[in-house]
């Protein structure tokens, strides 16, 4: 499903908006659902089914692999000509009830499940073209759990052998997605971790990729509940988790269907649905716009589909429509009674999202773009009006012969309509980096593509935030670093800006921590949960205690720091700074900090490398293993990290936005327990020139930032 045409699920290509407007289509569901139910003897209770559909290798018709669960997980295998009418084989492979008169292709153990099955025909041996991935509890030799992912491999799809050494993948959560990327030429996992996030002990999303297929790094956290997702609660105790990230490449980038699982009790019941994400890498993760349109609903009280769906591992283009298949269930996630089924779920080609633009017009213009080469097609729907395309230069002029005026507009529903001016039928024949203006009246845009993949000349700017304190708004402070768009600080608790001629380069205003009241005294950083690969966090500290204090943080406040939560903090009066990252801590030499004056702290992170400087000196350095240190049942960090070579996958994902002062604090809830939150190291004393920026300072410029400080600080003030 890769290729180059350009989906406009989000403003990477673009550089200006007029008069559109952003429209969400959710799948439409098939008037014939469920197009497999779950027949036979399988006990009472059959949960909602997983798995992963395929075309039949003649590319006639379709197979699919799936699980159901009665107590035990039971591996289906079905087939259909038309993916709407299903077989289920007969494959005298599994004993069940005393009898091999069965469907069921596969069993390990009584609790294997979610099959995951990835067809690679390039495969040199004939034994291994059809590969499979599954979650499995099992005993080693010493009857300790063994949880994890184990890998199988099939000359058929239907007769599997186990990996020589499983676990492939240790035991990141119960719920995983796999399949091979052409772009990265890997295979790919998305799968469940738990993490601390505002509070709960939430179910969020990790990755591991791989080129060697019975060797699987472990994951890393990527994808975390944000406020909006719990913009539904009511009381107390009720949040939202991500219970699985179904995820592939489409077209020029990665699309997702992210299954939103609604705690309406508090503990583990509630309905799960899916949204759609997006990603340039497959890394980062981009949410929907406003309300955040399901785009699988679960269906009216009473359906087959009422309570759960949850998408299969990947979707399939059949001609111009995009085919989902989903597993659902009558009833939501905690009760113990209904029925599942497996469904099918259609949209139009490209057709997740549109650009709209009514009456009066609009106008969408892209950044300067690259491979702008061949002939230019849309895919639109502009029955009933119309929709024109200017070519631009670098300096924003319209290119002779490319005017709205000369173009032949496009006035019907078309999924490939080729753009045509009076006199060119083709993109100007030029490397030069273009602009394209699309014109629209009374109709909406899919889609669009040139011969080539086309390529952004300068992409957004890398997240950057400076505060210097020198002026605020209530409860917000502003950020001087504009070129990524403008975080504000926001207020938590009592934080005040005062003069001080010490300050830092930013002029006489700093930010004051008084001492701890009953709430934490922080200020959060917005746009910061994803650092990445590269960050660099800096801020000059004048401190009031001698003791340890949290300089950033985005800790819970109890239990053994885990993945989702960073700690940079330092101790005046033994002079050690220490980054925690991912449970894993790298510290300082101990060095005199003597009291009463500024000194800037510094923590730089490059894959994993860290470094820690004090007044533009490097005072410290160490590795922080790949990996996760998820979060336990009971407050605690569980530990699968990767070897010291093995480089980060995704790099520092948080599991909340920075905090400067303190940490986040409340109360924390898991899955039966709670924790309370100490806040033993809370800041006091005044801080100035905070930076967050991800990209890796070097040492010469961290040593500047620091003089031109500490310079300015000891000047005389002015009388």
């Not at 490449?249 to 299954?259: C, D, E, K, R, V």
């Not at 220490?578 to 300082?588: F, T």
């Not at 002062?661 to 899955?671: I, L, N, P, Q």
């Amino acid at each position: 499903m890769t290729g180059p045409w350009q989906l406009l699920v989000d403003d990477y290509l673009i550089e200006e908006k007029r008069g559109v407007v952003r429209t969400w289509h959710p799948l439409e569901k098939h008037p014939d659902n469920p197009v497999l139910g779950m027949t036979g003897s399988w006990g009472e209770r059959r949960t909602t089914p997983y798995g992963t559909v395929l075309p039949a290798e003649d590319g006639q018709g379709f197979r699919i692999w799936y699980d159901i669960w009665d107590g035990d997980c039971h591996n289906f295998y079905a087939t259909s000509r038309d993916g709407l009418h299903w077989v289920r084989p007969r494959l005298d492979l599994v004993e069940h009830q005393g009898s091999r008169a069965n469907n069921l292709f596969f069993r390990r153990t009584r609790l294997d499940h979610m099959p995951q099955i990835i067809h690679t025909p390039w495969e040199a041996d004939a034994d291994r073209r059809y590969k499979m991935v599954n979650f499995d509890f099992r005993a080693d030799v010493r009857g300790r759990a063994v949880r994890g992912y184990w890998g199988a491999t099939s000359p058929d799809g239907v007769h599997w052998t186990d990996t020589p050494k499983n676990p492939v993948l240790p035991d990141p959560g119960d719920v995983g997605h796999f399949h091979w990327d052409p772009n990265r030429q890997a295979y790919v996992g998305y799968t469940k971790l738990y993490a601390p996030v505002r509070g709960y002990r939430r179910r969020s999303v990790a990755i591991s990729t791989t080129t060697r297929f019975q060797h699987w790094p472990p994951a890393e956290l990527i994808l975390v509940p944000d406020e909006v997702d719990d913009r539904w609660v009511t009381r107390s105790g009720q949040h939202t988790d991500f219970y699985g990230l179904a995820a592939f490449p489409y077209q020029s980038l990665y699309l997702g269907f992210l299954w939103i699982f609604r705690i309406v009790d508090g503990k583990n019941d509630g309905p799960i649905f899916c949204e759609l994400v997006s990603s340039r890498d497959g890394v980062t993760w981009d949410r929907q716009e406003g309300e955040r349109t399901p785009i699988l609903p679960t269906g009216p009280p009473g359906a087959w589909d009422s309570g759960q769906v949850q998408t299969f591992n990947l979707p399939q283009m059949v001609g111009e429509t995009l085919r989902v298949y989903y597993g659902a269930f009558d009833s939501t996630h905690g009760l113990q009674r209904g029925d599942g089924a497996i469904g099918l779920a259609t949209l139009r080609k490209d057709g997740f999202v549109s650009l709209d633009a009514g009456s009066d017009g609009g106008t969408v213009t892209t950044r300067l773009l690259l491979g702008l080469e061949g002939e230019l097609r849309l895919n639109a729907n502009a029955d009933g009006g119309e929709i024109r395309v200017e070519v631009l230069d670098g300096e924003g002029r319209v290119l002779p012969g490319y005017a709205k005026e000369e173009c032949r507009p496009l006035t019907e529903d078309s999924e490939d309509f080729a753009v045509r001016w009076k006199a060119r039928d083709e993109l100007p024949d030029s490397p030069e980096p273009r602009r394209l203006r699309f014109l629209l009246t009374r109709s909406s845009l899919f889609s669009f593509r040139a011969d080539e993949k086309v390529q952004v000349v300068n992409p957004a700017a890398p997240l950057e935030v400076f505060y210097t304190f020198e002026s605020s708004n209530g409860d917000r402070f502003d950020d001087e670093a504009a070129a990524d768009g403008i975080q504000p600080g926001r207020r938590h608790g009592s934080l005040s800006t005062v003069q001080d001629p010490e300050a830092g380069a930013g002029g006489s205003s700093t930010l004051l921590f008084p001492e701890p009241g009953p709430d934490a005294n922080r200020l959060e950083v917005p746009g910061t949960t994803h650092l990445g690969l590269h960050f660099t966090l800096a801020a000059r500290v004048k401190a009031q205690k001698r003791d340890r204090m949290r300089l950033f943080s985005t800790h819970r406040g109890s239990g053994a720091p885990s993945l989702g939560e960073l700690i940079f903090d330092f101790s005046p009066g033994t002079g050690v700074l220490r980054l925690i990252v991912n449970g894993q801590e790298i510290s300082s030499q101990a060095e005199s900090l003597p009291a009463g004056m500024y000194h800037h702290l510094a923590a730089t992170y490059d894959r994993g490398r860290v470094r820690l400087y004090l007044d533009g000196r490097i005072a410290g350095s160490g590795q922080v293993l790949s990996g996760s240190a998820r979060l336990g049942r009971n407050d605690t960090s569980v530990e699968l990290f990767g070897p010291p070579d093995a480089p980060p996958q995704a790099g520092v994902h948080l599991a909340d936005n920075l905090h400067l002062g303190a940490d986040r604090g409340g109360t924390f809830v898991g899955h039966g327990w709670e924790s309370a939150s100490s806040n033993r190291h809370q800041l006091t004393g005044w801080v100035d020139d905070v930076l967050v920026v991800k990209r890796v300072l070097g040492a010469e410029e961290i040593r500047d930032l620091s003089r031109q400080g500490v310079e300015k600080g000891l000047q005389q003030p002015e009388n």
